[in-house]
């Protein structure tokens, strides 16, 4: 086979993309079998010195085809397999087909999101989506837009610009010298893509007022009350609240309606938008993020268009409404639509909502082993909201301590010592963290609807085999 440096005929294209096919479906096949490590764990320096012949470097001169297959085949190797049923790292896992189709056909097509003129199906499609989306939250046809972000940060962090303009539209001329101090409010376990908003936005940390919340993890309506108070005994202009629907730790959900009553009275953002993120919990492949805005369409134009006349002029000879690249801060947007709209053809709501119950059927399964077991020891006592699980292992050595300083510094290094045994082992994964007083525990958080209670009793099973003797 020839070389890159030269253009592939014909035949040769497609005996290279056929190979690449062969072997995203080996890997695939594998992907499914519990038999399969969900990793092959190297340290950054072994993956830099190379791997049997498998090298990160690049080079002056062209490769030929046969040595990219097998980097190709070898990327996979040695990367994390998060579609695994046994992966329970993150919430964004599995491995849909029909979305993973998706995201060839995107590919192939290769296309921009900011203009209807190269990119009219997809621009109609986002639309379609969008409203389907913003029916499902109550919106009528006479209110909401949106867009797809590139990831759930960035979609707060629009939601945080677009309040901002929403109550000082001088800010985008005039910038933050020309508007008060502004304050917001998310709760102590919300995720920390606000406090980054705040800080990317010229906004400051500082002025993002964490609200305390209870036991289970959920803002307390009163203490946000009291924080709104504060920030303007303190000077601040209080203007955006978020709540969260499905906390990243705890799965925790903010009352809602309370929250939302409390800033009606207090004229402050909340209900004005949502952030929804179809690679979660639906199982899109990465990235597929959207914000929904309740507010009238042309916000989201009026605070981040700036007219660009090499690609938006107003004489243009269909509706240039359906130009949304001035919707963003970005010029060019990664059509992120398509997937979810396939998999939404292939699925329905049914189909989505089966899967989802699936992964909440799973959290519930391990929280009931859980509880009646003594060698674990569960974050909180009632059952999971949403499908997280948050769990402390207790080997034989702390079984018999009592609660208190001794036995949580002893407690603390449990979790990390036997995620790295986990990681150097690649048979499952889990994630562990701190919060608050709680010293480090395990969350497992469930996505793949792939994953049956097998792979929760081997989790479990790993967990003690790994560290019952430290």
């Known amino acids: 086979m020839g070389d890159l440096a030269m253009c592939l005929d014909e035949e040769a294209s497609r005996h290279f993309l056929q190979e690449i096919v062969n072997i995203l479906l080996a890997y695939m096949c594998k992907l499914f079998k519990r038999s399969t490590k969900v990793l092959d764990f190297h340290h950054p320096h072994q993956l830099k010195e190379g791997l049997e012949g498998f090298t990160l470097e690049l080079s002056d001169q062209p490769e030929n085809l046969e040595q990219l297959l097998v980097d190709c085949r070898d990327t996979l190797k040695y990367g994390v397999k998060t579609g695994h049923p046994r992966f329970f790292n993150q919430l964004s896992s599995g491995l849909d087909i029909i979305g993973l189709a998706g995201e060839w056909l995107t590919s ?12 009219p199906v997809f621009i109609l499609m986002e639309e379609v989506v969008l409203r389907k989306m913003m029916d499902m939250l109550g919106w ?10 590139p990831g759930g940060t960035v979609s707060n962090l629009y939601s945080v610009l677009l309040a901002r303009y929403h109550f000082f539209p001088e800010v985008k ?4 010298s020309a508007i008060p101090r502004l304050a917001m409010f998310t709760s102590s376990h919300s995720h920390y893509s606000i406090q980054k908003s705040a800080a990317v936005l010229g906004i400051g940390t500082e002025n993002v007022l964490l609200v305390k919340c209870d036991e289970r993890g959920k803002m307390i309506p009163g203490e946000l009350e009291s924080s ?48 929804w993120n179809p690679h979660k919990m639906m199982g899109v492949p990465l990235q597929c993020a959207t914000l929904l805005v309740r507010k009238k369409v042309s916000l989201n134009f009026e605070c981040n268009q700036l007219c660009a006349e090499y690609l938006f002029q107003p004489d243009k000879h269909y509706d240039t409404s359906y130009d949304t690249g001035d919707k963003t801060i970005q010029c060019g947007r990664h059509v992120d639509v398509f997937k979810l709209w396939l998999m939404w053809k292939a699925k329905g709501m049914e189909g989505f909502e089966s899967q989802i119950n699936k992964c909440l059927e799973n959290a519930e399964y391990l929280f009931d082993k859980l509880k009646n077991r003594t060698d674990f020891l569960l974050v909180f006592e009632s059952k999971p909201e949403h499908s997280n699980v948050c769990f402390w292992y207790l080997p034989h050595s702390l079984r018999n301590l009592p609660p208190g300083c001794e036995r949580d510094k002893k407690l603390h290094a449990v979790a990390p010592k036997i995620k790295a045994k986990m990681m150097e082992e690649g048979l499952t994964m889990i994630g562990y963290q ?32 790994l560290g019952h003797d430290l």
């Open 173 to 176: 001329s005039r910038g933050m």
């Open 434 to 465: 701190p919060l608050g007083n709680k010293v480090n525990f395990f969350r497992c958080v469930f996505s793949n609807s792939a994953t049956q209670r097998e792979d929760v009793d081997f989790l479990l099973d790993e967990i003690v085999r």
């Open 108 to 119: 192939t097509a290769n296309t921009n999101m900011f203009t209807y003129e190269i990119s």
């Open 228 to 275: 709104i108070a504060s920030a303007k005994d303190r000077g601040l202009y209080p203007f955006y609240v978020s709540a969260t629907a499905g906390t990243t730790v705890y799965g925790a959900f903010d009352p809602l309606n309370d929250i939302a009553d409390i800033c009606e009275r207090h004229g402050l953002w909340i209900a004005s938008s949502v952030t």
């Open 140 to 149: 009528s046809n006479e209110e909401g837009d949106g867009i797809f972000c």
